[in-house]
C-alpha cells in the first residue's frame, strides 16, 4: 500500500540554526500538509499546499516557516532559525482531493530536537 | 480553544468486549470527522470516517457514531483485540472545504487487557 514516506526520523539542530525536514506524499495525491505535536500535547495543523501554492495556514505558521515542492516528488517544510520551543513531532500528510471527503494519509513523522 | 474534545485520556477494556471511544466538538461548521490510530513512534494511521449527512459509519469492527445535534461521535470497537491497543484520535474538517487541515483531540489511550 503507497504511504507517505518523511526523512529524517530524527533530527537534531542548534537553536537558531535552519532546518529543512523532507517529505514524499503518495504519488497521485494532489494536496500536502504539515502538522505538529508537540510532546503531550495534541496534534495541530500547520499548513496545507495545492497546485504549487499554500492553500490555508494555521496562526503557527509564521514568517520563520516555509513550504516548497522542489520537484515533482518532495515536500518540504523549512524552518528558518529554530527555536527551542520549535522542538515537536512533525507530520507530512496528503490526500487525493481537499475538497471531497477523503481522508488524509500521514507519514511516520519527524522528531526535532533544538538544543 | 478546544474545538474537538476528547474527555477520556485512557481507556481499558478486555479482550472480546466493546471500546467505545468518545469524541465532543464545538465547531457547528465541522462537516467531516475521523479517527486515527496511532502507535508509539509511528504517525496517525486512518481508521474510519463519517460525513455529516450520515449518523453511522461501519468498516468490520470499527463503527462511527455521529449525533450532530449533541455535537459528539464515538468510535466502538467490537470485539477489541490486543492489536487494538494505542492512541485514538477523533479530528474534524471544517465545512470550509478545500485544504482545510484538520483540528484534532488530544487522543484517547486505549488498553487492551488480555
Known amino acids: 500500500e503507497p504511504e507517505v514516506t518523511q526523512t529524517p526520523s530524527h533530527q537534531v539542530t542548534q537553536m537558531g540554526q535552519e532546518v529543512i525536514l523532507r517529505c514524499v506524499p503518495i504519488?497521485?495525491?494532489?494536496?500536502f500538509y504539515w502538522y505538529r505535536q508537540i510532546l503531550g500535547q495534541k496534534v495541530e495543523f500547520l499548513v496545507s499546499f495545492y497546485n504549487n501554492e499554500i492553500s490555508e495556514k494555521s496562526e503557527i505558521f509564521d514568517d520563520q516557516f516555509s513550504v516548497e515542492r522542489p520537484d515533482g516528488s518532495n515536500f518540504t517544510l523549512k524552518i528558518r532559525s529554530t527555536k527551542l520551543e520549535d522542538s515537536a513531532m512533525y507530520f507530512c500528510?496528503?490526500?487525493?482531493?481537499?475538497?471531497?471527503?477523503?481522508?488524509?494519509?500521514f507519514g511516520d513523522g519527524t522528531r526535532l530536537s533544538i538544543l | 480553544d478546544q474545538q474537538v474534545k476528547q474527555n477520556s485520556p485512557s481507556l481499558s477494556v478486555q479482550e472480546g468486549r466493546i471500546s467505545i471511544l468518545n469524541c465532543d466538538y464545538t465547531n457547528s461548521m465541522f462537516d467531516y470527522f475521523l479517527w486515527y490510530k496511532k502507535y508509539p513512534a509511528e504517525g496517525p494511521t486512518f481508521l474510519i470516517s463519517i460525513s455529516s449527512i450520515k449518523d453511522k459509519n461501519e468498516d468490520g469492527r470499527f463503527t462511527v457514531f455521529l449525533n450532530k445535534s449533541a455535537k459528539h461521535l464515538s468510535l466502538h470497537i467490537v470485539p477489541s483485540q490486543p492489536g487494538d491497543s494505542a492512541v485514538y484520535f477523533c479530528?474534524?474538517?471544517?465545512?470550509?472545504?478545500?485544504?482545510?487541515?484538520?483540528?484534532f483531540g488530544k487522543g484517547t489511550h486505549l488498553i487492551i487487557q488480555p
Open positions: 500528510a496528503s490526500n487525493v482531493q481537499g475538497a471531497v471527503n477523503q481522508p488524509q494519509h
Open positions: 479530528a474534524a474538517r471544517d465545512s470550509g472545504g478545500g485544504a482545510d487541515g484538520l483540528t
Open positions: 504519488s497521485n495525491h494532489l494536496y
